[in-house]
């Protein structure tokens, strides 16, 4: 069977690692460094926008930040130009050649963080990401909160005019300089940092790589004066050995800690495991899977994350959604012990089922980026034990206890829909959406990197933990084709096709990153499930309507995206990307998609418009009438 790598896109060729304890230590160190430097990118990547090699022998402080970049093993560095960093700009064309890292042009900061966001959801490795000045900062600002919910990691290197006043040219130097920039920014990245110095940047890089790589992932940020990186040297200063500057090891629970849940689960008779925020290792995933039966639990995963335990499962309860179904409650309800491995609203599911009865075990290191600005850390949890560890280290020592075997390893299967297609002539809604989207894509490996919010979990199963990838993590709009195109990076030679189902306002709130797709040919297949609304909010303005009895036929005003309708194919053709449609039926759609991954699997991305009725899932209507 092969072992799916997404970083290295080889069989049974996995990062460095050493083994501790029964469980495997995944390594950012200098081997993954010199893997990374030697990956060649793939569709002809490489020879775009190659430069005239420069024989200029001359180095500035940027040409030291390019260098410093290079050694932390990026792969790519997304940004959108500005003057704030023309130094590091021309540092990374005419100094490193723009390879290793290679420039990703975008055409908006917002879409430059979501391509990084995209890439670590399937990597678990974080892009570097170059934004102008605070203008650029404030553009990416709500991509980067989008990284910070989602436990993503992502370096993100900003710029300032000069600080020193004196060097400040007239009016536009004086806009884009800021006394504090990463104030903007700082409630919602795991550190930031302003140097400087040459000196104190190369330490200021070498500690965002470790803090960005450290479990509870997140973004980091640093900014970088323009005068630094326009000063002259004499000459390259020694550099760091990065190898030397890994981020920490795992932490590791204690014995005790580790014996009295096993003894918990041995003795439960009712065990629920809250399948969460775990990896998209498959070693994890099949240890995961082999505990489950070992000791007879139920689980329950979540929509809002990436698919963590296979949904087909005897085991599986529920429906993966962004609400608990009934099932689901009824499960936690049933359960005498649940065992969370870093869900991501554990006090919001005990309170949303309430009646709960069970002891309850936390595994999550989330508490350590709760902060007093955002309420992104969720309800506070009930909890009789917590393990502040990894939920996946946790996993593999609680299974050496209880002598449970390393389970078999995940196939990359074709992708599997749980219903079919319905008649041809169906009109599009999100069910008969996912039955014609299975259909189109019979006999593929798909990895889902984005479903709407309106998605019906019951239509598809998850059986690898490539098969879905979640959400956004901040639920804003505008994030999804952002997210597309770094995750197809990711996915790269891994035979796995990248595909997203995206709402149509987050498609054109983020329509500018089908450029960068185009220009440097990443293959992808984008359903825009377009229901020519902001659908969500007319859910909400059919509640208030009926609580303060009002008309409800007025909820449509000021939501429809229509009069005129937005053509979603044309804008997409308009940058260079494959666009279909609009299809309005299930054989229209079936066809659509058949002819979109014929195209994607010769190196082309692919918009469908595939208009849909407005409307949600039954259970998506109910979880968001019952939460309010």
């Not at 990186?229 to 890994?246: A, C, G, K, N, T």
């Not at 070693?283 to 949904?311: H, I, N, Q, S, Y």
Request: aromatic content about 6%; charged content about 20%.
């Amino acid at each position: 069977m092969m072992r799916f790598n997404p970083i290295t896109s080889r069989s049974e060729r996995g990062r460095p690692h050493f083994a501790q304890g029964g469980y495997l230590i995944w390594m950012a160190g200098k081997a993954s460094v010199q893997m990374h430097s030697v990956e060649k990118v793939t569709n002809g990547r490489e020879t775009i926008e190659r430069p005239i090699p420069s024989e200029d022998g001359s180095v500035w402080g940027s040409d030291v930040v390019a260098e410093m970049l290079r050694l932390t093993g990026v792969r790519y560095v997304a940004l959108n130009p500005g003057s704030s960093f023309r130094g590091l700009h021309d540092s990374l064309v005419n100094r490193l050649g723009n390879a290793d890292p290679q420039m990703l042009l975008c055409l908006h900061e917002e879409n430059a963080v979501a391509i990084a966001h995209g890439y670590a959801k399937v990597s678990g490795e974080p892009l570097a990401v170059i934004l102008h000045s605070n203008v650029g900062l404030m553009h990416g600002s709500m991509a980067i909160f989008n990284a910070w919910c989602d436990r993503v990691p992502v370096m993100i290197f900003g710029a300032t005019g000069p600080v020193d006043a004196a060097l400040r040219r007239p009016w536009i130097d004086w806009l884009h300089t800021s006394r504090d920039q990463g104030a903007l920014v700082r409630n919602f990245v795991k550190w930031d940092d302003q140097p400087a110095s040459v000196e104190a940047s190369i330490e200021a890089m070498l500690r965002a790589n470790i803090i960005a790589r450290t479990a509870p992932r997140g973004p980091t940020y640093v900014n970088f004066d323009v005068t630094m990186q326009e000063r002259r040297m004499d000459h390259m200063p020694s550099l760091p050995d990065v190898s030397r500057y890994r981020p920490p090891l795992p932490a590791r629970p204690g014995p005790d800690a580790i014996r009295q849940i096993a003894q918990l689960l041995r003795s439960a008779h009712s065990p629920l495991i809250l399948a969460g925020r775990v990896s998209r290792d498959p070693a994890d995933w099949a240890r995961r899977v082999a505990l489950v039966e070992a000791v007879g639990a139920e689980v329950l995963t979540d929509m809002k994350v990436a698919a963590a335990f296979p949904t087909d499962h005897p085991a599986h309860r529920g429906k993966p959604a962004h609400f608990l179904d009934e099932p689901s409650i009824q499960a936690l309800r049933g359960a005498d012990l649940i065992l969370s491995l870093d869900w991501l609203d554990l006090g919001g599911a005990i309170k949303q089922a309430g009646n709960v009865d069970a002891r309850i075990v936390q595994i999550s290191m989330d508490y350590q980026l709760h902060n007093g600005w955002g309420m992104e850390l969720q309800a506070l949890p009930t909890c009789d034990l917590h393990l502040p560890c990894d939920p996946d280290i946790a996993t593999h020592l609680i299974a050496d206890e209880l002598g449970v075997g390393r389970g078999d390893l995940p196939a990359d299967d074709p992708t599997c829909p749980a219903i079919g297609a319905s008649a041809p002539d169906t009109l599009l809604d999100v069910v008969a959406l996912a039955g014609a989207l299975g259909e189109g894509l019979a006999g593929e490996c798909v990895s889902l990197v984005r479903l709407p919010l309106g998605w019906a979990g019951e239509t598809w199963h998850f059986r690898h933990p490539l098969d879905y990838l979640g959400t956004d993590g901040g639920a804003g709009i505008g994030s999804g084709p952002g997210m597309l195109i770094g995750a197809a990076l990711a996915l790269q030679d891994s035979g796995r096709l990248p595909v997203a189902v995206l709402g149509d306002g987050d498609f054109m709130m983020a329509a500018s990153a089908l450029w960068t797709a185009a220009h440097y040919k990443v293959p992808f297949v984008a359903v825009v499930a377009n229901n020519r609304s902001f659908f969500n909010d007319e859910v909400h303005q059919e509640r208030v309507a009926r609580a303060r009895q009002r008309p409800v036929e007025n909820k449509w005003i000021g939501q429809r995206i229509g009069d005129p309708d937005i053509d979603l194919a044309a804008i997409a053709r308009a940058q260079g990307v494959e666009g279909i449609g609009p299809v309005r039926k299930s054989g229209e759609l079936v066809d659509a998609v058949r002819r979109a991954v014929a195209l994607a699997r010769k190196g082309r991305p692919v918009v469908i418009d595939a208009r849909v009725m407005p409307g949600y899932s039954p259970g998506m209507t109910a979880g968001l009438v019952r939460e309010g």
